[in-house]
């Protein structure tokens, strides 16, 4: 026991040094407003943005830059005036449902985000019947292809937590964070290390999975031996999660930050879809990823031995099946397809500290969806929610998209429980 007690200390310090490495000229400090501002993918740069306070004193003006972010600072906390210039904006752009006004609250020691969504300018002189219904299947087409970027993004965080919880029946609340780890290592990398993304991306990869691979051998590993309950162990991920979260938040800060590779691109039109060529390589990856481990999993032995884990451990075990080698590949796979998900989400927006957090309840919902333990399920709930998630906006606004996805959950499974390709379980 002292000498897994020591040896998981040596992994928390290798973690820890690994979050130290990227250094920011303004660390967590921040109590302001902030907002990055994209047109169908692309960063706005050159955007006016005016901030006053709600009486009307002007406080500060800020331009978006090349990534299309902002950032305004504020000596007091309170309630402020945001006001986007149109004019500022590219000519084929306008804000989504005309109001370029927000009045967010800053609170103290906290900087707030502010959400513009922009969106193509129908065109002058159009007559109304053409321009209302081209443009509206023109944006369906476009938010839809954003949504499978989404959602494949979501189906790589969904296949590592269900493969998780195929296994060893825990719900890992701390899987949002091995999603922001992988980013944040990548960034170390990328950043601190000045390597191009890609070596950079791959590194992270390996990194995660060898700490995916530590976290079971010397923490949850050692919980299972003592004979601790799934509701237990989902309680310590919980706790789990709040500690990489913050460590995460110490040493990286709570400002929004990019990569230093692929940040401006110019779009491809491919018919009524205007994608940047990383979009493309990103789904192309995630793709492949996804179609690999699916294929692993049901032709290899070790694919095989999961499933047989994943059905009866006990069984298993008796037929010659080593179960903690097996749960301990799957945690490594699991930790790295997250980290492969972090940096394609940090890739598609800026880097935080709460990213995985703010993904996490997708991926819930993904894995939901699909039918707990079933990896293929992963992919189809997490492309169904993805899709739904941005196609929504074209009716709601952009602030309750994540509310619909919710909604599409719960009248799923009111009509089948199990999910969509869950199965069926004799319950009592």
Known sequence: MRRAVIAFTAFLGGLIFLLAVPAHA??????????????????VN????SVTTEGGQPVEEATSNAQGTWDVQVDEPGKYKVTLDPSSLPANSEVRGGSNVRTPTVYEGNCSTVLFALQP?????????????????????????EGVNLGLIIALGALGLSLIYGTTGLTNFAHGELITLGAVIAYAFNVGFGLQLIPAAIIAIIVSGALGYGQDRLFWG?????????????????????LLRNLIQFFFGAQNDSYTDYNTQAGIEIGPISAAPKNLWAIGIELAVLIVVGIALMKTRTGKAARAVADNPALAASSGINVDRIIRIIWASG??????????????????????????????????????????GALVGSLVVGIF????????????KSVGALAVL???????????LGRRERIG
């Open 26 to 43: 303004d660390p967590a400090d921040c109590q302001g407003l902030r907002g990055t501002l994209k047109l169908q993918g692309q960063p």
């Open 46 to 49: 050159g955007a006016k943005i």
């Open 121 to 145: 300018k129908a065109a002058p002189g159009a007559a109304p019947e053409d321009t209302g219904q081209s443009t509206f299947w023109e944006q369906a087409a476009q938010l839809t292809f």
């Open 222 to 242: 050692q919980l299972r031996k003592r004979g601790t309950g799934t509701i237990a162990m989902m309680i310590i991920s919980i706790g789990m999660a709040i």
């Open 335 to 376: 930790s790295a397809i997250a980290a492969l998900a972090g940096i394609m989400l940090g890739l598609s927006q800026s880097l935080k500290f709460t990213m995985g957090q703010d993904i996490l309840l997708l991926i819930f919902a993904g894995v939901t969806l699909g039918g707990l333990g079933t990896a293929f």
């Open 389 to 400: 998630i941005q196609v929504s906006t074209l009716w709601v606004p952009p602030e309750l």
């Open 410 to 420: 719960i009248i799923v499974l009111l009509f089948r429980p199990q999910g969509i």
